[in-house]
Protein backbone atom coordinates (compact mmCIF):
# COMPACT_ATOMS: atom_id res chain seq x y z
CA UNK A 1 0.00 0.00 0.00
CA UNK A 2 1.01 3.81 -0.80
CA UNK A 3 2.35 5.60 1.95
CA UNK A 4 0.06 8.69 1.08
CA UNK A 5 1.46 11.62 2.84
CA UNK A 6 4.58 11.46 1.40
CA UNK A 7 3.77 9.66 -1.75
CA UNK A 8 1.72 13.25 -2.53
CA UNK A 9 4.63 15.80 -1.79
CA UNK A 10 7.01 13.31 -3.95
CA UNK A 11 4.58 14.19 -6.76
CA UNK A 12 4.09 17.15 -6.65
CA UNK A 13 7.50 18.18 -6.15
CA UNK A 14 8.35 16.27 -8.73
CA UNK A 15 5.92 17.58 -11.24
CA UNK A 16 7.07 20.85 -10.28
CA UNK A 17 10.41 20.18 -11.19
CA UNK A 18 9.97 18.17 -14.43
CA UNK A 19 7.17 20.90 -15.88
CA UNK A 20 9.00 24.41 -14.43
CA UNK A 21 7.69 27.39 -15.59
CA UNK A 22 6.22 25.77 -18.97
CA UNK A 23 2.51 24.89 -19.22
CA UNK A 24 0.75 21.19 -19.15
CA UNK A 25 -2.60 20.18 -20.40
CA UNK A 26 -4.64 16.97 -19.03
CA UNK A 27 -7.54 15.20 -20.28
CA UNK A 28 -9.75 15.19 -16.98
CA UNK A 29 -12.40 11.84 -18.34
CA UNK A 30 -14.62 12.01 -14.61
CA UNK A 31 -12.54 9.12 -13.67
CA UNK A 32 -10.81 8.61 -10.68
CA UNK A 33 -7.59 8.32 -12.40
CA UNK A 34 -7.12 11.62 -14.40
CA UNK A 35 -8.97 13.31 -11.42
CA UNK A 36 -5.97 12.67 -9.24
CA UNK A 37 -3.60 13.24 -12.04
CA UNK A 38 -5.37 16.45 -12.14
CA UNK A 39 -5.31 17.44 -8.57
CA UNK A 40 -1.75 17.02 -8.20
CA UNK A 41 -0.69 18.73 -11.16
CA UNK A 42 -2.80 21.70 -10.10
CA UNK A 43 -1.43 21.38 -6.83
CA UNK A 44 2.09 21.57 -7.96
CA UNK A 45 1.66 24.11 -11.45
CA UNK A 46 -1.17 25.78 -10.47
CA UNK A 47 -3.03 27.59 -13.75
CA UNK A 48 -0.26 26.63 -15.45
CA UNK A 49 -1.91 23.42 -15.67
CA UNK A 50 -5.03 23.44 -18.79
CA UNK A 51 -7.49 20.19 -17.71
CA UNK A 52 -9.71 20.06 -20.46
CA UNK A 53 -13.18 17.36 -20.03
CA UNK A 54 -14.46 16.69 -23.09
CA UNK A 55 -18.19 15.86 -23.51
CA UNK A 56 -18.87 13.08 -25.67
CA UNK A 57 -22.38 12.58 -25.01
CA UNK A 58 -21.70 9.33 -24.05
CA UNK A 59 -20.15 9.80 -20.74
CA UNK A 60 -22.16 9.04 -16.80
CA UNK A 61 -25.21 10.80 -15.98
CA UNK A 62 -24.68 13.70 -14.31
CA UNK A 63 -20.84 13.57 -15.12
CA UNK A 64 -20.47 16.69 -16.51
CA UNK A 65 -21.93 18.75 -14.01
CA UNK A 66 -19.16 16.88 -11.40
CA UNK A 67 -16.22 17.42 -13.36
CA UNK A 68 -17.30 21.07 -12.91
CA UNK A 69 -17.71 21.19 -9.47
CA UNK A 70 -15.37 18.98 -8.83
CA UNK A 71 -12.26 21.18 -10.52
CA UNK A 72 -14.17 24.43 -10.02
CA UNK A 73 -11.32 25.98 -8.21
CA UNK A 74 -9.67 25.48 -11.45
CA UNK A 75 -9.76 28.41 -13.39
CA UNK A 76 -8.63 26.77 -16.37
CA UNK A 77 -10.65 24.18 -16.21
CA UNK A 78 -12.32 23.74 -20.25
CA UNK A 79 -15.15 22.08 -20.85
CA UNK A 80 -15.91 21.15 -24.29
CA UNK A 81 -19.30 20.67 -25.68
CA UNK A 82 -18.70 18.39 -28.05
CA UNK A 83 -21.99 15.77 -27.98
CA UNK A 84 -23.13 16.89 -31.62
CA UNK A 85 -19.81 16.01 -33.33
CA UNK A 86 -19.92 12.56 -31.67
CA UNK A 87 -22.80 11.62 -32.38
CA UNK A 88 -22.40 13.32 -36.01
CA UNK A 89 -19.35 10.76 -36.61
CA UNK A 90 -21.29 7.49 -35.43
CA UNK A 91 -24.15 7.74 -37.53
CA UNK A 92 -24.60 4.55 -39.25
CA UNK A 93 -21.72 3.08 -37.59
CA UNK A 94 -22.17 -0.75 -36.30
CA UNK A 95 -18.98 -2.40 -36.10
CA UNK A 96 -17.58 -2.04 -32.40
CA UNK A 97 -13.68 -1.67 -33.20
CA UNK A 98 -15.10 1.09 -35.78
CA UNK A 99 -17.06 2.96 -33.07
CA UNK A 100 -14.03 2.46 -30.99
CA UNK A 101 -11.74 4.26 -33.80
CA UNK A 102 -14.34 6.95 -34.86
CA UNK A 103 -14.86 8.34 -31.00
CA UNK A 104 -10.52 8.18 -30.14
CA UNK A 105 -9.98 10.14 -33.52
CA UNK A 106 -12.68 12.82 -32.50
CA UNK A 107 -11.13 12.47 -29.05
CA UNK A 108 -8.05 13.75 -30.62
CA UNK A 109 -9.38 15.85 -32.64
CA UNK A 110 -11.47 17.69 -29.75
CA UNK A 111 -8.23 17.39 -27.66
CA UNK A 112 -5.79 18.95 -30.43
CA UNK A 113 -7.90 22.12 -30.80
CA UNK A 114 -7.72 22.94 -27.05
CA UNK A 115 -3.50 21.86 -26.83
CA UNK A 116 -2.79 24.21 -29.81
CA UNK A 117 -4.70 27.17 -27.94
CA UNK A 118 -2.54 26.92 -24.91
CA UNK A 119 1.22 26.72 -24.44
CA UNK A 120 1.10 23.59 -23.50
CA UNK A 121 4.79 21.29 -23.46
CA UNK A 122 3.70 18.74 -20.87
CA UNK A 123 0.71 16.43 -21.17
CA UNK A 124 -0.23 15.27 -17.82
CA UNK A 125 -1.88 11.48 -17.42
CA UNK A 126 -3.77 9.40 -15.15
CA UNK A 127 -2.01 6.36 -16.64
CA UNK A 128 -1.67 3.63 -13.25
CA UNK A 129 0.60 0.99 -12.85
CA UNK A 130 -1.93 -1.69 -14.44
CA UNK A 131 -2.74 0.10 -17.76
CA UNK A 132 1.16 0.26 -18.19
CA UNK A 133 1.49 -3.59 -17.71
CA UNK A 134 -1.36 -4.28 -20.20
CA UNK A 135 0.11 -1.65 -22.88
CA UNK A 136 3.06 -3.33 -22.45
CA UNK A 137 1.64 -6.81 -23.06
CA UNK A 138 -0.37 -5.27 -26.41
CA UNK A 139 -3.50 -6.79 -24.29
CA UNK A 140 -5.61 -3.68 -25.33
CA UNK A 141 -5.31 -1.16 -27.69
CA UNK A 142 -7.60 0.97 -26.21
CA UNK A 143 -5.63 2.38 -22.91
CA UNK A 144 -4.33 5.81 -22.54
CA UNK A 145 -1.26 5.27 -23.33
CA UNK A 146 0.34 5.59 -25.97
CA UNK A 147 -2.39 7.30 -27.44
CA UNK A 148 -2.50 11.18 -26.87
CA UNK A 149 0.62 11.99 -26.83
CA UNK A 150 1.18 11.78 -30.56
CA UNK A 151 -1.22 14.64 -31.22
CA UNK A 152 0.89 17.40 -30.61
CA UNK A 153 4.57 17.59 -30.14
CA UNK A 154 4.97 17.85 -26.60
CA UNK A 155 8.68 18.08 -24.51
CA UNK A 156 7.39 15.34 -21.86
CA UNK A 157 4.73 13.36 -20.72
CA UNK A 158 4.00 13.31 -16.84
CA UNK A 159 2.38 10.51 -14.88
CA UNK A 160 2.00 10.82 -11.41
CA UNK A 161 0.35 7.86 -10.68
CA UNK A 162 1.96 5.67 -12.92
CA UNK A 163 3.26 3.32 -10.33
CA UNK A 164 -0.42 2.81 -8.26
CA UNK A 165 -2.53 0.51 -8.40
CA UNK A 166 -6.56 1.61 -8.49
CA UNK A 167 -7.24 1.30 -5.06
CA UNK A 168 -3.91 3.14 -4.11
CA UNK A 169 -5.56 5.98 -6.63
CA UNK A 170 -8.42 5.71 -4.74
CA UNK A 171 -6.64 6.35 -1.33
CA UNK A 172 -4.41 9.15 -2.66
CA UNK A 173 -7.74 10.54 -4.17
CA UNK A 174 -9.51 10.90 -0.26
CA UNK A 175 -6.19 12.12 0.99
CA UNK A 176 -6.56 14.57 -1.28
CA UNK A 177 -10.43 15.36 -0.40
CA UNK A 178 -12.06 14.44 -3.65
CA UNK A 179 -15.23 13.19 -2.82
CA UNK A 180 -16.36 9.81 -2.59
CA UNK A 181 -17.87 10.00 -6.47
CA UNK A 182 -14.75 10.45 -7.77
CA UNK A 183 -12.70 8.37 -5.37
CA UNK A 184 -14.97 5.28 -5.32
CA UNK A 185 -16.04 5.60 -8.74
CA UNK A 186 -16.58 2.27 -11.04
CA UNK A 187 -13.76 2.29 -14.58
CA UNK A 188 -15.88 3.26 -16.73
CA UNK A 189 -14.54 2.41 -20.58
CA UNK A 190 -13.15 5.28 -22.94
CA UNK A 191 -15.17 5.23 -25.39
CA UNK A 192 -18.12 5.33 -22.91
CA UNK A 193 -21.59 4.54 -23.04
CA UNK A 194 -20.83 3.73 -27.02
CA UNK A 195 -19.65 0.31 -25.88
CA UNK A 196 -23.31 -0.21 -23.87
CA UNK A 197 -24.87 0.28 -27.16
CA UNK A 198 -24.79 -2.77 -29.33
CA UNK A 199 -25.22 -1.47 -32.99
CA UNK A 200 -25.52 2.37 -34.30
CA UNK A 201 -24.82 4.43 -31.16
CA UNK A 202 -27.63 7.40 -31.28
CA UNK A 203 -28.76 10.22 -29.18
CA UNK A 204 -31.74 8.43 -28.00
CA UNK A 205 -29.96 5.35 -27.35
CA UNK A 206 -27.15 6.97 -25.09
CA UNK A 207 -30.04 8.50 -23.41
CA UNK A 208 -31.44 5.08 -22.56
CA UNK A 209 -28.34 3.57 -21.70
CA UNK A 210 -27.13 6.48 -19.10
CA UNK A 211 -30.36 6.77 -17.15
CA UNK A 212 -30.52 2.71 -16.79
CA UNK A 213 -26.90 2.71 -16.19
CA UNK A 214 -27.97 5.19 -13.49
CA UNK A 215 -30.16 3.07 -12.04
CA UNK A 216 -28.15 -0.14 -11.50
CA UNK A 217 -25.35 1.85 -9.88
CA UNK A 218 -27.81 3.20 -7.85
CA UNK A 219 -29.05 0.22 -6.84
CA UNK A 220 -26.29 -2.13 -6.61
CA UNK A 221 -24.08 0.02 -4.41
CA UNK A 222 -24.38 -2.98 -1.71
CA UNK A 223 -23.22 -5.62 -3.93
CA UNK A 224 -20.29 -3.54 -4.31
CA UNK A 225 -19.20 -4.85 -7.50
CA UNK A 226 -16.21 -4.15 -9.67
CA UNK A 227 -18.17 -2.88 -12.28
CA UNK A 228 -22.28 -2.63 -12.19
CA UNK A 229 -24.42 -1.04 -15.56
CA UNK A 230 -26.91 -1.74 -18.45
CA UNK A 231 -26.31 -1.81 -22.14
CA UNK A 232 -29.19 -1.59 -24.99
CA UNK A 233 -28.78 -5.00 -26.39
CA UNK A 234 -31.53 -4.59 -29.20
CA UNK A 235 -35.42 -4.47 -29.47
CA UNK A 236 -38.24 -6.82 -28.51
CA UNK A 237 -41.60 -6.75 -28.20
CA UNK A 238 -43.67 -5.41 -24.97
CA UNK A 239 -47.71 -4.47 -23.64
CA UNK A 240 -47.75 -0.84 -22.53
CA UNK A 241 -51.75 -0.52 -21.79
CA UNK A 242 -53.69 -2.56 -24.48
CA UNK A 243 -50.95 -2.04 -27.53
CA UNK A 244 -48.28 -4.05 -28.44
CA UNK A 245 -45.01 -2.12 -28.76
CA UNK A 246 -41.56 -2.46 -30.01
CA UNK A 247 -39.15 -1.25 -27.69
CA UNK A 248 -35.69 -1.52 -26.34
CA UNK A 249 -34.25 -4.63 -24.03
CA UNK A 250 -32.02 -3.46 -21.22
CA UNK A 251 -28.74 -5.98 -20.33
CA UNK A 252 -27.63 -5.43 -16.53
CA UNK A 253 -24.30 -6.63 -16.22
CA UNK A 254 -23.28 -6.49 -12.23
CA UNK A 255 -19.47 -8.41 -12.08
CA UNK A 256 -16.53 -8.91 -9.56
CA UNK A 257 -12.86 -8.64 -10.59
CA UNK A 258 -9.47 -7.64 -9.57
CA UNK A 259 -8.39 -6.39 -12.59
CA UNK A 260 -10.44 -6.40 -15.46
CA UNK A 261 -9.01 -9.45 -17.34
CA UNK A 262 -11.43 -12.15 -16.05
CA UNK A 263 -14.61 -11.45 -14.13
CA UNK A 264 -17.71 -13.13 -12.33
CA UNK A 265 -21.10 -12.17 -12.66
CA UNK A 266 -22.67 -11.52 -9.87
CA UNK A 267 -25.22 -13.37 -8.06
CA UNK A 268 -28.62 -10.60 -7.16
CA UNK A 269 -31.36 -11.46 -5.10
CA UNK A 270 -34.62 -11.46 -6.98
CA UNK A 271 -36.18 -8.24 -5.13
CA UNK A 272 -33.21 -6.10 -6.55
CA UNK A 273 -33.38 -8.20 -10.02
CA UNK A 274 -37.14 -6.81 -9.82
CA UNK A 275 -36.52 -3.68 -8.44
CA UNK A 276 -34.61 -2.79 -10.96
CA UNK A 277 -36.40 -4.02 -13.57
CA UNK A 278 -39.52 -1.70 -12.47
CA UNK A 279 -37.39 1.34 -11.91
CA UNK A 280 -36.06 1.27 -15.78
CA UNK A 281 -39.41 0.39 -17.26
CA UNK A 282 -41.09 3.05 -15.19
CA UNK A 283 -38.39 5.89 -15.94
CA UNK A 284 -37.85 4.75 -19.54
CA UNK A 285 -40.77 4.17 -21.25
CA UNK A 286 -39.36 3.00 -24.45
CA UNK A 287 -37.95 -0.58 -22.55
CA UNK A 288 -40.29 -3.38 -23.08
CA UNK A 289 -37.78 -5.71 -21.45
CA UNK A 290 -34.78 -5.92 -18.84
CA UNK A 291 -32.70 -8.71 -18.84
CA UNK A 292 -29.77 -9.80 -16.25
CA UNK A 293 -26.59 -11.21 -17.46
CA UNK A 294 -25.47 -14.28 -15.57
CA UNK A 295 -22.02 -14.93 -18.36
CA UNK A 296 -18.39 -14.56 -16.36
CA UNK A 297 -15.36 -13.06 -18.75
CA UNK A 298 -14.41 -15.56 -20.32
CA UNK A 299 -16.34 -16.44 -22.53
CA UNK A 300 -18.12 -12.99 -22.19
CA UNK A 301 -16.08 -9.03 -22.31
CA UNK A 302 -17.43 -7.54 -19.49
CA UNK A 303 -18.85 -5.05 -21.91
CA UNK A 304 -21.30 -5.60 -24.90
CA UNK A 305 -19.10 -4.30 -27.73
P1 LIG B 1 -13.88 -5.89 -21.53
O1 LIG B 1 -15.21 -5.45 -22.06
O2 LIG B 1 -12.81 -5.91 -22.58
O3 LIG B 1 -13.45 -4.79 -20.49
O4 LIG B 1 -13.98 -7.18 -20.77
C1 LIG B 1 -12.41 -4.91 -19.54
C2 LIG B 1 -12.31 -3.58 -18.81
O5 LIG B 1 -11.89 -2.56 -19.72
C3 LIG B 1 -12.88 -1.56 -19.85
N1 LIG B 1 -12.97 -1.25 -21.29
C4 LIG B 1 -12.39 -0.21 -21.85
N2 LIG B 1 -11.66 0.79 -21.33
N3 LIG B 1 -11.45 1.75 -23.46
C5 LIG B 1 -11.20 1.78 -22.12
O6 LIG B 1 -10.56 2.71 -21.66
C6 LIG B 1 -12.17 0.77 -24.07
O7 LIG B 1 -12.37 0.78 -25.29
C7 LIG B 1 -12.66 -0.26 -23.22
N4 LIG B 1 -13.39 -1.38 -23.44
C8 LIG B 1 -13.57 -1.97 -22.25
C9 LIG B 1 -14.16 -2.17 -19.31
O8 LIG B 1 -15.05 -1.17 -18.80
C10 LIG B 1 -13.64 -3.10 -18.24
O9 LIG B 1 -13.36 -2.40 -17.03
Known amino acids: MVDVEPFVDDAVAEIREQVGDEHAIIALSGGVDSSVAAAL???AIGDQLTPVYVDTGLMRKGETDQVRETFDYMESLRIVEAQERFFDRLEGVLDPE???HVIGEQFIREFEREATGTDARYLVQ??????RIESEGGIKSHHNVGGLPDVVDFDGIVEPVRDLYKDEVREVARALGLEEVVSERMPFPGPGLAVRVVGEVTPEKADVAREACHIVEEE???YDPWQAFAAVVGKGT???GDN???GHIVAVRSVESRDGMTARAQELDWETLQRIQSRITGTVPSVARVVYDVTHKPPATIEYE
Open 98 to 100: EKR
Open 244 to 246: RVH
Open 220 to 222: LEA
Open 126 to 131: GTIYPD
Open 238 to 240: GVK
Open 41 to 43: AYE
